[in-house]
């Protein structure tokens, strides 16, 4: 470990500031799914009024049919169904009258059923509109045309997750592996006359990343413009079912058959009897520490992709930077696995030698060991504190306000926990119950908000609450289970459950805590829409 690269690879400075984590599927827009429409820049708007300096999101990638955004078949992608076909409206690459196959209705959890029948179909028909456009001579496309160009541009991702996206429609959305051996094993012949073949749906399919990109900057610069930053996420492994395995089998641990040699996960504990058995392929680091000017070229050009978006980014995982735990692929449990050694600061410096300072925070739960708090440390980077794990024993407690450093980031609770309401409700064990409530006190206003004013009073530079501690709501919100496979990453925000006495509450809280957005002065006002 490099102690001494804190000096020179800074963390970005974090502003002492308080946010939101609400990912945009959850927004309340049509067609079944949040997106990055009128939604969204509602809620910018609450976000605004209330005085919240950060919004935080989960992974932005392209789920494959899933719900999980930390399995996406793409490391650089973003999630076509998150496109806002009420923003291709207005653009002029979707007719008006077509919104209305779109249901009005927000239902409580995504409807993935209608985001494939419905949404993505009419998405895929934009993008043609778009393509018939811009291959013409019309001056008004003349803009749009270099923008898309442009985009095209970063070819280093784009054109092979294109082409990946056009085969696994062909082929049913199989597995790379189980597509013809030439094309798995990406045989130059092959490749080529897949791309003649598979042309259009390949520019549908850039198209798709444009509008989403477009969208997503747009979106960005909205907040920027207001004083909120935004919080995206990395997560260290990448699914074997990805562009970015086929398209670089050399930089995984795979066999000569590229099937997966061992695979990730994390050992048994006091909640796990056989571990946690995720199934991503591991990264032959010896290999990428070989490639580029400064070695580990694929995860710089992820994370400049990735700074490129965000303002900060959320490392999960990061004790896997140190070490990771390694499983043989054919083990059916965690059981058998072993700690290895990760790139440690090593990677790190690659990336700072490349784009400067880190926009980096550490997602550093669970059991950590000194050298984790070591790679962290030296990297200068802040790490996580999560509320409710601070009650139990007292090796629990460093998660308690009083043992925070500044540089950290307080959670009432992440997406991985029980919302506060569900877990004051059903789990927490009696013999912490009273612990909880010597510290907070029993408030008329319920735990939650006891939650939310101890991380915002706390010294941690940010503090995070999910929507659903805002507003209150037990385990039937929460986004995530982990271990659980189905059903998860679906909760929706409901119209009207943003309400005026939500923005005075989250105001008033961050001027008393000295957590204002430094852009913001004024007081807020009914004028948002909830």
Known sequence: MTASLASNAPSKTLPRTAGILLHPTSLPSRGGIGDLGPAAYQFLEFLVQAKQGLWQVLPLGPGGGASNPYSAISAFAGEPALISAERLVEHGWLAAERLAALPAEVTSHVQYDVVRDVKLPLLREAAGNFLTAIAGDARSAADAKQRFASFCANAFWLEDYALFEALRNRHQQACWCDWPEDL??????????????????????????????????????????????????????????SADVWANPEIFRLDKNLAM???????????????????????????????GPHGYDWWVQRVRWAASLCDYIRLDHFRGFAQFWEIPAEDKTAKNGKWVDGPGADLFHAIRLELGELPFFAEDLGVITPDVEELRNGLGLPGMKVLQFGFGDAGSHQYLPHRYVENCIVYTGTHDNDTVAGWWQNGISEWDRPHVQALLGEPEDGIP????????????????????????????????????????FQWRLQPGMLQWEHVQKLAQLAEVTDRLPQALSARPTEEYCA
């Open 184 to 241: 798995a094993h990406r045989k130059p012949a092959a490749l080529e006359q897949a791309r003649r073949e598979l042309a259009d749906d390949i520019s549908i399919v850039r198209v798709l990343q444009f509008f989403f990109f477009e969208q997503w900057s747009a979106l960005r610069q909205a907040c920027n413009a207001r004083g909120v930053r935004l919080a995206g996420d990395i997560a260290i492994f990448v699914n074997y079912d």
């Open 261 to 291: 040699e061992v695979i990730s996960g994390v050992p048994p504990d006091a909640f796990t009897e056989d571990g946690q058995r995720w199934g991503h392929p591991l990264y032959r680091w010896d290999v990428l520490k070989e490639r």
């Open 449 to 488: 908000w006891a939650m939310i004013r101890a991380a915002q009073a706390s010294v941690a530079m940010l503090a995070v609450a999910p929507i659903q501690d805002v507003l209150g709501l037990g385990s039937e919100a929460r986004m995530n289970v982990p271990g659980v496979a189905e059903g998860n």
